[in-house]
């Protein structure tokens, strides 16, 4: 086999070096070994090609003729060998330049956004693409590959993935001023929720599974559609209430388009718990890493 025919890059590396510096301590200083490994790296080499390739003397090490001649030839290898260097690392530089993000709704539109501008200031260079949809579709476009990390908010972590809790999260009951439960003076129990028809999320969203946990079931829904936009937009009109995150509904509470319902959550907490998650045995790494951290800034 060539590769027992020919000595390794480390070892023709060394030789180039005494060829430059003169001398077998300067070539192995430069290179980090003892020079020890060095004359032992050269003898194992001269060995293995049968040809004497350095003179050794007090006054230093020169190359023979025929290491003259075997150094040029280890020239254009060591050269060969830094082209393939270069050329792999651009291939890894221009995977490191994007970074494709799998997020659940909430996460997308009221987290995500504040993240990726602290990555492109840390990352200018960075690409980054969004996968949004509901925890569900997070982790089936992680386990197939499509994204490279993903955030979801359900009260488990998806099959095939790890993840690490990056937040926590509250539900609250929201209604339109002009429905009934918004002159309630007792708060909501969860036997009451539970059997009201609500405009929810679609099946496979994290808030929608929350809740069905928490609660122990839900009535029918009254409308389900597949944004916290399109939830919000549909209770702000008066067709019925919902239960959103916290982190969505705080402009509509403010302006008092949403009212928050009281909620007996001793029997029924409405939390969870926001985790970024990514395919299991695969700890995120470059851009995906540098955006882990992040989240907990």
């Not at 030789?15 to 290179?31: D, F, I, P, T, Y």
């Not at 998806?158 to 309630?184: K, M, N, Q």
């Not at 319902?261 to 995906?288: E, K, M, Q, S």
């Amino acid at each position: 086999m060539l590769a027992h025919r020919v000595p390794d890059l480390g070892a023709l590396e060394l030789l180039l070096a005494v060829a430059r510096l003169g001398s077998l301590g300067a070539a192995a200083r430069e290179l980090g070994i003892t020079q020890p490994a060095a004359s032992s790296r050269v003898r194992s080499m001269e060995r293995q090609l049968g040809l004497a390739l350095v003179d050794r003397s007090p006054r230093g090490s020169r190359l023979t003729d025929t290491g003259a001649l075997v150094t040029d030839w280890a020239r254009r290898i060591v050269e060969a060998a830094e082209e393939f260097d270069a050329g792999a690392q651009a291939l890894r530089d221009r995977r490191d330049s994007r970074l494709t993000v799998a997020a659940s709704m909430t996460i997308a539109e009221y987290l995500l956004p504040r993240w990726l501008l602290a990555l492109r200031a840390a990352r200018p260079d960075t690409a980054v693409s969004l996968l949004a949809g509901n925890s569900a579709a997070v982790a089936e476009r992680l386990i197939g590959g499509e994204a490279d990390l993903g955030f979801v908010e359900g009260v488990s972590v998806p099959t095939g993935l790890d993840s690490t809790v990056i937040a926590h999260d509250r539900l609250i009951v929201v209604t339109a001023p002009s429905h009934p439960w918004s002159r309630r003076r007792r708060p909501l129990t969860a036997d009451e929720l539970a059997a009201t028809p609500l405009i929810l999320r679609e099946r496979g969203s994290g808030t929608r599974q929350v809740l069905d946990e928490a609660l122990g079931g839900l009535a029918r829904p009254l409308i389900e559609l597949s944004s916290t936009t399109a939830v919000k937009a549909a209770v702000v009109s008066g067709a019925g209430p919902s239960v959103l995150s916290e982190l969505a509904v705080g402009e509509e509470l403010t302006s008092r388009r949403l009212v928050e319902i009281p909620f007996d959550a001793a029997a029924a907490p409405l939390t969870r718990a926001l985790r970024a998650v990514w395919p299991t045995g695969h700890r995120p790494t470059g851009p995906a890493r540098d955006l882990l951290s992040l989240t907990r800034s």
